[in-house]
């Protein structure tokens, strides 16, 4: 979330669109309340079923699965055809005045640069004109056909309402009405909120959706603002932890960008990751990489991290290629992978394509599953009748369980979608022979440690050198660990004038005082300030709220800096006044920015020195034309891969860009997508309220509240296949099939979708051969295993299925 | 539940005077049907605080797990699709015991002091004195108790009255994490449901309306409907709930003869459960209970 949970409350409008806020994260959801109570807000929601979202909105629009890029392109239209914008925030504050490359294009729905044999883009033309004095040239008129908001508007223009209703089956008035309730917060004083999770990341255009939202709130002046922001609801109590830690391989803690094989130095690795400004006085925050990554390394290796090996940079991996989800399991597929260490994931049941999961994990030669349940993964090789039909004769695979601590059973931290960084306390003994994951971690790495000292090996210093300052070392605690995130002094730090800032050895106030000499240490820039010298931060518990926007600035810890909304420079005009003085978080006082956060803006920066507030980008404004993205620079409509109409109505004759042009398919993977004559009704799975992920089906209660799978279809949909509610149905894909009981209801929308009728079959995903729910199928037996272009999240929202009476 | 530090109002088949000292303030527990998003969090912490388990059962085609209220299923949530306006419309409604202040099912009881009413308005069983003949099931004009097979005595929600008795939300409300369920004392409920209303009928119900049915004297369970003019949307709730004739009458025209008719039904029910072991209420036994009360 770019702001926080209590700051819903905030807003005059919440859309919930690509997520189910009330069933998926119910607690939050009593903001959504607080709003609609407190401030007369309205809930719109969209989405492919009625849900028990829906069931408490006061609009609610149904849309086709793996549609909402055309959906949200047309509000943009709309947002432009109809002059809905907040112009002085447009063009103060995005991109919208920069002038394009001319040799941009786009064509067939595709950008200049398509190769189509690498399914990627040459990116060269996707660029700023750059002027002599090495800054980006801008139109302040708006009027240059090379300027963003220009080729923006041309772009979208190809998105009226009939085109919109007719690829995405939301009835054209439904969409209008939703459309002319976004454009009501175009005025500074109105704001709207956009809450959304899975239903958005999971697509192969899941990136470009979330994409699409941030430039609607870009358009209408939303983003800084108390009430509005882009908000992405986190599935896990501590999945933003999981993220700003970065397991993931293409990231270092903090989002740094991780080397790769190209990085054949230190210098050509962090050169490359440290950008210059590339419009006068911008911050360019980023230009500090050095000092963040210098620091993280100090923290891993310390005193054997020094400038002259290039702080240990030749210790650090350099993946020889992806190692996504996705990625992985290929590997594993392919036989390039035969170990697995599989710490609270349980990917049997939540990796798409489960008949290729277990393929490959058959393939393995050990399997250490580190977990508090006995996961459907652990016994992947064992036979589960019908659920799990396989033969442990011909599975190898040799499996350790080591049974974990659940969060309750050891002290430690969550990082909330807020980015609320919270301390919980032990409150119980685990169970039998369990271990916090942290002994678990350490137990395992003294024992490498010690057989590398002994034996050597091809690269041992990497292992033999890193800190382990930890009082026990096979048991290092929760408070050692987020110490050594947060960083300290390793000697005294001076200013230029001789005097100490930070003795040596005490620990760092902030990511502010990182030095890239070597001096500091720390394990995740971001987090740095959580527990400074004035202790453990995120243990705080005062809920004062001076602001009545619920900016309770000493509840936990927020990162960055504590700061509770990003880019809140933008809630005031370019002269330092709030757009809405109601919802006052900053305010320029004549000397300096204060007020109810913590400035996301140098505290000195008058305004008049025209730095702008999206301080993370080369420019300081924010980017509606993006040439980051894998699949070009303005978002575009692309089908799912498992499409019921077998074309992009976008582009009927260009069979290339019927799905994500820029998607990465492996081999196999594309003659398994199913097509529409064989499997022609839509599918998309789901979470329910009464379960969580597939945790809950071990649990009594929540086995009680609901007991066994099910599929929902629309009544019409059951009255044509002679399904009745309550019966047994066979629900099919390419990639195999499943048995649940069929719901038959009418929150299934039947759509019209390019002149057809189109069904969608839902699929809730929680149940599995293990637990206290009745026994039953793997959802992802029917999933796809492709996605997104640029994080890789499989398309889990949108393939194509058939059903029939079991 | 038995044994706690709340005035006793009313007490089954007994004529004693309730006690009079003390102020107590009436409750009421106000679910916010508009509010409510059938989370079912109520339905975990009621199985929690009363270590209640009912069987995993099974999905029969719609959301209510489990189907429908029992022995151990002390609250549960009712969905019903509706199509009102030409609009699409998940209601979803908390059922359980309404709490009446005129509780026909301790006007049927037989049995002294297996069903009370605090002077705070819960009604609450005290299953160590029902005798399960089942007569709390005619009399309930909502089908809320139910006769346990595993000890023949009647169940359903207590709103807590362990909890409420000292001064704790019961567990529903203090469970539900969307502010549809309140507790407080019945006038705040009263005065916080019409800020409700205001804002439903600004939304456009027109007929959002408090259900708090006088045909029972008012309920301590109160619910905010969309369509207060149509309760039988809400699963069935009934639009005007009233105490079986038969129990008025035994209550009232025969309460002369209820002493002698209070020894007869509990032999009869002695009998019954003698000669059949523990059931819910039957037709026959009704007819005995008709029998009884024109005497």
Redesign the interface.
């Known amino acids: 979330m770019t702001n926080h949970w209590v700051d819903i409350k905030n807003a005059d409008l919440i859309l919930i669109m690509g997520g189910n806020a009330?069933?998926a994260h119910?607690?939050g959801?009593?903001w959504v309340?607080?709003a609609?109570?407190g401030r007369?807000a309205k809930l719109v929601v969209v989405d492919p079923r009625?849900t028990?979202?829906?069931?408490?909105a006061?609009y609610?629009a149904p849309i086709r699965a793996g549609t909402d890029i055309a959906f949200l392109a047309g509000v943009i239209n709309y947002l432009l055809e109809h002059d809905k914008l907040q112009h002085e925030y447009v063009k103060a504050y995005t991109n919208a005045a920069f002038l394009i490359d001319p040799g941009y294009g786009f064509e067939d729905g595709l950008f200049t640069g398509y190769n189509a044999e690498k399914r990627s883009y040459d990116k060269a033309t996707w660029r700023y004109q750059m002027g002599e004095d090495g800054f980006a040239m801008v139109d302040e008129t708006l009027q240059d056909p090379n300027c963003v908001f220009q080729l923006m508007k041309k772009h979208f223009a190809r998105y009226d309402a009939d085109t919109v209703s007719s690829i995405t089956g939301t009835p054209k008035d439904a969409f209008l009405k939703v459309c002319e309730m976004i454009a009501e917060c175009a005025a500074p004083d109105r704001v709207m909120t956009i809450l959304y999770a899975l239903g958005w990341t999971q697509h192969s255009v899941g990136s470009q959706n979330i994409r699409t939202m941030a430039m609607i709130q870009l358009l209408l002046g939303n983003m800084g603002m108390a009430g509005g922001g882009i908000n992405a609801l986190r599935g896990h109590a501590n999945v933003q932890g999981v993220t700003d830690m970065c397991p993931f391989t293409a990231n270092l803690p903090g989002y740094l960008s991780a080397p790769t094989e190209r990085d054949v130095d230190v210098q050509t690795y962090v050169s490359s990751r440290t950008p210059k400004a590339i419009r006068p006085n911008q911050m360019n925050f980023p230009q500090n990489f050095p000092k963040w990554w210098v620091s993280l390394m100090k923290a891993w290796y310390g005193d054997a991290a020094t400038a002259d090996n290039g702080w240990a940079y030749d210790w650090l991996p350099k993946p020889d290629g992806a190692y996504d989800v996705l990625a992985m399991f290929e590997r594993m597929h392919q036989g390039r992978m035969n170990g697995f260490f599989c710490q609270g994931f349980n990917p049997l049941a939540s990796v798409a394509h489960k008949g290729k999961v277990s393929a490959a994990l058959s393939k393995l030669k050990y399997l250490v599953v580190i977990d508090p349940l006995a996961t459907d993964t652990s016994e992947f090789w064992k036979n589960h009748g019908e659920f799990n039909d396989v033969d442990p004769r011909q599975i190898q695979t040799e499996v350790f369980r080591l049974p974990a601590e659940l969060f309750a059973e050891h002290d430690g931290t969550f990082t909330n979608s807020g980015r609320v960084i919270q301390w919980h306390w032990k409150a119980a003994d685990g169970p039998g022979e369990t271990r916090g994951d942290l002994e678990i971690i350490a137990q395992l790495y003294t024992r490498l440690k010690a057989m590398y000292a002994k034996d050597g090996g091809a690269l041992p210093d990497p292992v033999l050198n890193l800190t382990w300052p930890y009082r026990q070392p096979t048991k290092p605690s929760s408070d050692e660990v987020l110490r050594e995130i947060n960083g300290r002094a390793l000697r005294d730090l001076t200013d230029a004038n001789g005097n100490v800032l930070v003795k040596a050895g005490d620990q760092l106030a902030g990511f502010a005082q990182l030095r890239d000499d070597g001096s500091t240490a720390c394990g995740n820039w971001i987090y740095s300030g959580c527990y400074s010298q004035a202790g453990n931060l995120t243990q705080r518990r005062d809920n004062a709220d001076p602001s009545g926007l619920g900016q309770t600035l000493n509840w936990g810890f927020a990162w960055p800096a504590n700061r509770r909304i990003i880019y809140n420079r933008a809630s005031c005009d370019p002269s330092g006044k709030p757009w809405d003085a109601k919802r006052t978080l900053l305010r320029w006082t004549g000397t300096a920015w204060a007020g109810n956060d913590i400035p996301d803006m140098r505290p000195n920066a008058a305004p008049e020195e025209n730095v702008g507030p999206f301080i993370m980008t080369q420019e300081g404004v924010a980017r509606l034309f993006a040439p980051g993205m894998a699949e070009g620079p303005f978002p575009e409509h692309y089908e799912p891969f498992e499409t019921p109409l077998g074309k992009n109505p976008m582009h009927p004759d260009k069979p290339q860009v019927t799905s994500n042009p820029a998607a990465r398919v492996y081999k196999g993977d594309m003659e398994l997508f199913g097509k529409a004559d064989e499997f022609p009704y839509v599918a998309t799975t789901y979470r329910l309220?009464?379960h969580f992920h597939f945790w809950s089906k071990y649990s009594?209660?929540?086995?009680?509240?609901?007991?066994?799978?099910?599929v929902e279809i629309s009544e019409e949909l059951a009255a044509e296949k002679g399904i009745?509610?309550?019966?047994m149905v066979k629900v099919r894909s390419n990639r195999g099939y499943l048995k649940a009981?069929?719901?038959?209801?009418?929150?299934i929308p039947v759509l019209t979708v390019d002149g057809r009728k189109v069904h969608t079959v839902g699929i809730p995903l929680h149940y599995g051969f293990k637990g206290?729910?009745?026994p039953g199928f793997i959802t992802n037996t029917l999933t796809p295993f492709v996605g997104d272009a640029n994080s890789q999240t499989p398309e889990y929202k949108a393939f194509l299925v058939n059903i029939e009476k079991a | 539940m038995a044994l706690q530090s709340l005035d006793i109002a009313r007490r089954s088949a007994t004529t004693t005077e309730a006690p009079q000292v003390r102020n107590t303030t009436e409750v009421a527990k106000l679910i916010d049907v508009s509010a409510c998003i059938g989370c079912k969090a109520c339905q975990a912490a009621c199985m929690e605080w009363n270590d209640i388990r009912p069987e995993v059962g099974n999905n029969v085609g719609i959301y209510d797990n489990p189907q429908d209220l029992d022995d151990k299923t002390w609250t549960l949530m009712r969905f019903s699709e509706v199509e009102e306006n030409g609009k699409l419309e998940w209601l979803i409604r908390k059922d359980g015991c309404m709490h009446c202040a005129d509780p026909g099912c301790l006007k049927a009881c037989p049995s002294p002091g297996a069903i009370i009413q605090y002077s705070n308005g819960i009604v609450d069983f005290h299953q160590e004195n029902c005798i399960g003949c089942g007569y709390c099931v005619t009399g309930c004009p909502f089908n809320v108790p139910r006769i346990s097979k595993a000890d023949s005595k009647a169940y359903k929600c207590s709103l807590c009255s362990d909890r409420v008795a000292v001064g704790q939300a019961p567990a529903c409300a203090k469970a539900c994490p969307t502010g549809a369920i309140k507790f407080g004392a019945k006038e705040d409920m009263v005065h916080y449901a019409q800020s409700r209303i205001t804002d439903l009928k600004e939304r456009g119900y027109q007929n959002a309306g408090l259900y708090d049915p006088q045909g029972v004297g008012g309920t301590h369970v109160v619910y905010v409907l969309q369509h207060a003019d149509k309760p039988s949307l809400y699963a069935g709730l009934p639009a005007d709930p009233q105490i079986s004739p038969l129990v008025s009458l035994w209550k009232g025209v025969a309460k002369p003869l209820a002493m002698v008719a209070l020894g007869a039904t509990a032999l009869g029910s002695l009998f019954h459960y003698v000669m059949k072991g523990p059931n819910e209420v039957s037709k026959e036994l009704e007819e005995e209970m008709e029998k009884e009360d024109a005497k």
Not at chain 1, 52 to 56: L, T
Not at chain 1, 700 to 710: D, G, T, Y
Not at chain 1, 724 to 727: I, N, S
């Open positions: 009330a069933e119910t607690c959801f009593k309340q607080e609609k109570h007369r009625f028990r979202s829906a069931a408490v006061d609610y309220v009464e009594k209660i929540n086995a009680i509240l609901q007991p066994e799978h099910f009745r509610k309550g019966d009981v069929a719901v038959v209801t009418k929150r206290e729910t009745k």
